[in-house]
């Protein structure tokens, strides 16, 4: 579906409102006529203006009227009536129907206003959420791929831009058009001759800005595009200031956004140049037609054909005008960057997970057997990263899987609990199907520790108990106990309700770790898939974290990526993967004694020895 229609059918879930706003908008339209007609009044009865040409038999309400004037003209003799009934003399009655014109306008107006902006802001609000359900929901693929900075200002920038549209803009536009069809009325029925001369030269300035516009909405599109690319390296920036810094590559990353700056100014300044002729132009246009009108004019109440204040009451009407048309250009603008905007946030909305749950899905029992991978193959693109991989972890087991980097362990393990899916071959978990299964029966039983740890800007209690309001508190500091993490929280400034900073900033890499574990012993998950990460611990913090691992690692079902001697060790089996295959398996002893990638591997050092580890008694329920 368009972005267009798509738009007008999440407006229309609010038409109980637009309607009212509507309403208010034509009293508002009604209300400028009547304050223009009583603007003549003003300056031909009140004022006097007219006395002359009245008392000589010209003007006032005569035959040849137009409909829409001899309706005002009755309305005003009505009310004129009444306050002389009253007593009140014209020079009060007029200027204070002019008044109540006046007030009437700006109440109605503001209803309008409020009403059709609340839409705007209501309508941003369902897309925004929408857009967010679906962002939380897609693939892992999709956010490997995709770049932060876009994606904020998909949710962001683009989504306030249909906000713009469809609040201030559609009021200005709606409003515009009504008052500009009476306004038009009302300068027909005045002055038939002059309004058609009128009318038959606006084209000549509607075309030019009719050609503007569609200059603008193309400058606005790309525009779009290069602040997207500026956002993007801005987010890696503040992502990668570390790396930035240690590689010195400040004027490198200065240079990359300079170019991207500059993309944007370019597509700015030609949209400036633009805008900037468009005023100008516009205004020199109506100058020569208020001249010619003068003149024109001039003829007419020498003909007494027309009185002043009516020609003041003329004016006024095409300045009205020129409002709405002049405001064309501005609105056309948003609105056409309200679509390009669109467009990007429904391509977030309507992107499929490419993981997807089968409608007929089953609730996975608690496991009870075994995992097998069955012929799995997998690739990201065109390279295989895992080819025919078949293998059956039992209920209990250790497993360690090794292998040069670049084998395809974190790959292998992201199948489990279907971040990805097999390209070939399939998964079971006690014989059914993965892709059978529900993806939440199926992801509450296992537990994940990533390689790269992350944390949320929350407190050390909600990182543990993640998703959880008001988690049991022994359960909490069980968990942080067999973490080996309640010794530094415990030294937090505020313990447990301590925030850790965006990335975990304030905590060292071996405490974002044990903290990540104390999050997994909490979930008590039957199967833990560790990813073990060594390289940027101290010997004395990887001792900690390594016996936090083994206390998770007790009584589940353990696949772990490991990188530790100690762990590979203990495990009950390994398995050696080398260029997307699974090429041995057996226990540390077992794989030592043949030549092949472990032993090579082992001589290598690819595993680290903990000492700490190795010597700490086995660690018991603490
Ligand atoms: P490690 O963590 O360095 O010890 O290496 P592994 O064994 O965990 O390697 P893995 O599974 O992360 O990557 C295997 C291959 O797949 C490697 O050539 C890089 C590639 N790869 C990994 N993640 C992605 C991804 O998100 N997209 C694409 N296109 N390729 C990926
Ligand atoms: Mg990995």
Redesign the pocket.
């Given at each position: 579906m368009k972005p267009f229609p798509r738009l007008l059918r999440a407006f229309g879930r609010y038409r109980g409102r637009a309607f009212l706003a509507l309403l208010a908008m034509v009293v508002v339209s009604i209300s400028t006529v009547a304050m223009l007609f009583l603007l003549a009044k003003v300056i031909d009865d009140a004022l006097g203006a007219g006395a002359a040409a009245r008392l000589s038999g010209f003007g006032g309400a005569g035959a040849g009227r137009a409909t829409l004037l001899r309706w005002l003209d009755a309305f005003y003799a009505t009310a004129r009536l009444t306050a002389e009934s009253h007593g009140i003399p014209v020079r009060f009655a007029v200027p204070l129907l002019l008044l109540l014109a006046l007030v009437s306008k700006n109440v109605f107006s503001y209803i309008s206003e409020f009403e059709l902006n609340g839409i705007g802001v209501a309508m941003v609000r369902d897309l925004r959420r929408e857009a967010y359900d679906r962002l939380l929901r897609q693939s892992t693929?999709f956010y490997?791929e995709s770049s932060t900075g876009d994606l904020m200002s998909r949710m962001l920038s683009d989504v306030e831009q249909i906000q713009t549209a469809f609040g201030h803009q559609l009021t200005d536009l709606v409003q515009g058009a009504l008052t500009l069809i009476l306004l038009l009325l009302y300068v027909f029925s005045m002055n038939a001759r002059l309004a058609l001369i009128i009318f038959l030269l606006a084209p000549v300035i509607l075309l030019p800005i009719v050609s503007n516009t569609r200059r603008l909405g193309k400058a606005a599109t790309a525009a779009r595009e290069r602040i997207g690319h500026l956002g993007a390296i801005l987010s890696e920036t503040l992502r990668g200031h570390r790396v930035i810094k240690t590689y010195a590559m400040e004027d490198f990353e200065a240079r990359r956004f300079e170019e991207a700056n500059n993309d944007y100014f370019r597509v700015n300044r030609k949209t400036v140049r633009i805008q900037a002729r468009n005023a100008p132009f516009m205004e020199i246009l109506a100058g020569i037609g208020l001249s010619a009108l003068f003149v024109y004019a001039a003829s007419e109440i020498h003909a007494h054909r027309m009185e002043v204040g009516e020609l003041f009451s003329f004016l006024a009407a095409l300045m009205m005008m020129y409002k709405p048309v002049k405001d064309v250009t501005r609105i056309n603008m948003a609105i056409q960057l309200a679509l390009s905007s669109a467009r990007r946030v429904f391509e977030l909305v309507d992107r499929v997970s490419e993981i997807q749950e089968k409608p007929d899905a089953r609730h996975l029992a608690p496991f009870s057997d075994a995992i097998a991978y069955e012929n799995v193959s997998f690739r990201?693109?065109d390279?295989p990263?895992l080819l025919d991989v078949d293998l059956t972890i039992r209920r209990g087991e250790t497993v360690a899987i090794v292998?040069p980097?670049?084998?395809?362990?974190?790959?292998?393990v992201n199948l489990l609990p279907r971040l990805y899916d097999a390209t070939a071959g399939r998964i079971t978990f006690d014989g059914v199907d993965i892709k059978d299964a529900t993806l939440r029966s199926l992801r509450d039983q296992i537990g994940l520790v990533t390689?790269d740890t992350v944390l949320f800007d929350a407190s050390v209690r909600s990182n543990i108990a993640y998703g959880q309001s008001s988690p049991p508190e022994e359960k909490l500091r069980a968990a942080a106990h067999a973490a080996y993490a309640d010794e530094f929280i415990d030294r937090l400034p505020e313990g447990y309700d301590s925030f850790v900073g965006e990335n975990a900033g304030r905590l060292s890499g071996g405490q974002k770790q044990r903290l990540a574990i104390a999050r997994a012993i909490y979930k008590d998950a039957p199967i833990l898939i560790l990813d073990e990460a060594t390289s940027q611990l101290d010997t004395e913090s990887e001792a900690l974290v390594a016996r936090a691992l083994m206390n998770l690692m007790k009584g589940r079902t353990t696949l772990v990526?490991a990188h530790r001697l100690s762990t590979v060790r203990r495990a009950d089996r390994i398995l050696v993967?080398d260029r997307a295959r699974l090429v041995e398996s057996g226990t540390h002893s077992e794989l030592l004694a043949r030549p092949g990638v472990y032993h090579r591997l082992h001589a290598m050092q690819y595993f680290t020895e903990t000492e700490a580890a190795e010597s700490a008694p086995v660690p018991g329920p603490r």
């Amino acid at each position: 579906m368009k972005p267009f229609p798509r738009l007008l059918r999440a407006f229309g879930r609010y038409r109980g409102r637009a309607f009212l706003a509507l309403l208010a908008m034509v009293v508002v339209s009604i209300s400028t006529v009547a304050m223009l007609f009583l603007l003549a009044k003003v300056i031909d009865d009140a004022l006097g203006a007219g006395a002359a040409a009245r008392l000589s038999g010209f003007g006032g309400a005569g035959a040849g009227r137009a409909t829409l004037l001899r309706w005002l003209d009755a309305f005003y003799a009505t009310a004129r009536l009444t306050a002389e009934s009253h007593g009140i003399p014209v020079r009060f009655a007029v200027p204070l129907l002019l008044l109540l014109a006046l007030v009437s306008k700006n109440v109605f107006s503001y209803i309008s206003e409020f009403e059709l902006n609340g839409i705007g802001v209501a309508m941003v609000r369902d897309l925004r959420r929408e857009a967010y359900d679906r962002l939380l929901r897609q693939s892992t693929r999709f956010y490997s791929e995709s770049s932060t900075g876009d994606l904020m200002s998909r949710m962001l920038s683009d989504v306030e831009q249909i906000q713009t549209a469809f609040g201030h803009q559609l009021t200005d536009l709606v409003q515009g058009a009504l008052t500009l069809i009476l306004l038009l009325l009302y300068v027909f029925s005045m002055n038939a001759r002059l309004a058609l001369i009128i009318f038959l030269l606006a084209p000549v300035i509607l075309l030019p800005i009719v050609s503007n516009t569609r200059r603008l909405g193309k400058a606005a599109t790309a525009a779009r595009e290069r602040i997207g690319h500026l956002g993007a390296i801005l987010s890696e920036t503040l992502r990668g200031h570390r790396v930035i810094k240690t590689y010195a590559m400040e004027d490198f990353e200065a240079r990359r956004f300079e170019e991207a700056n500059n993309d944007y100014f370019r597509v700015n300044r030609k949209t400036v140049r633009i805008q900037a002729r468009n005023a100008p132009f516009m205004e020199i246009l109506a100058g020569i037609g208020l001249s010619a009108l003068f003149v024109y004019a001039a003829s007419e109440i020498h003909a007494h054909r027309m009185e002043v204040g009516e020609l003041f009451s003329f004016l006024a009407a095409l300045m009205m005008m020129y409002k709405p048309v002049k405001d064309v250009t501005r609105i056309n603008m948003a609105i056409q960057l309200a679509l390009s905007s669109a467009r990007r946030v429904f391509e977030l909305v309507d992107r499929v997970s490419e993981i997807q749950e089968k409608p007929d899905a089953r609730h996975l029992a608690p496991f009870s057997d075994a995992i097998a991978y069955e012929n799995v193959s997998f690739r990201y693109e065109d390279q295989p990263v895992l080819l025919d991989v078949d293998l059956t972890i039992r209920r209990g087991e250790t497993v360690a899987i090794v292998g040069p980097s670049g084998a395809g362990k974190t790959s292998l393990v992201n199948l489990l609990p279907r971040l990805y899916d097999a390209t070939a071959g399939r998964i079971t978990f006690d014989g059914v199907d993965i892709k059978d299964a529900t993806l939440r029966s199926l992801r509450d039983q296992i537990g994940l520790v990533t390689q790269d740890t992350v944390l949320f800007d929350a407190s050390v209690r909600s990182n543990i108990a993640y998703g959880q309001s008001s988690p049991p508190e022994e359960k909490l500091r069980a968990a942080a106990h067999a973490a080996y993490a309640d010794e530094f929280i415990d030294r937090l400034p505020e313990g447990y309700d301590s925030f850790v900073g965006e990335n975990a900033g304030r905590l060292s890499g071996g405490q974002k770790q044990r903290l990540a574990i104390a999050r997994a012993i909490y979930k008590d998950a039957p199967i833990l898939i560790l990813d073990e990460a060594t390289s940027q611990l101290d010997t004395e913090s990887e001792a900690l974290v390594a016996r936090a691992l083994m206390n998770l690692m007790k009584g589940r079902t353990t696949l772990v990526i490991a990188h530790r001697l100690s762990t590979v060790r203990r495990a009950d089996r390994i398995l050696v993967f080398d260029r997307a295959r699974l090429v041995e398996s057996g226990t540390h002893s077992e794989l030592l004694a043949r030549p092949g990638v472990y032993h090579r591997l082992h001589a290598m050092q690819y595993f680290t020895e903990t000492e700490a580890a190795e010597s700490a008694p086995v660690p018991g329920p603490r």
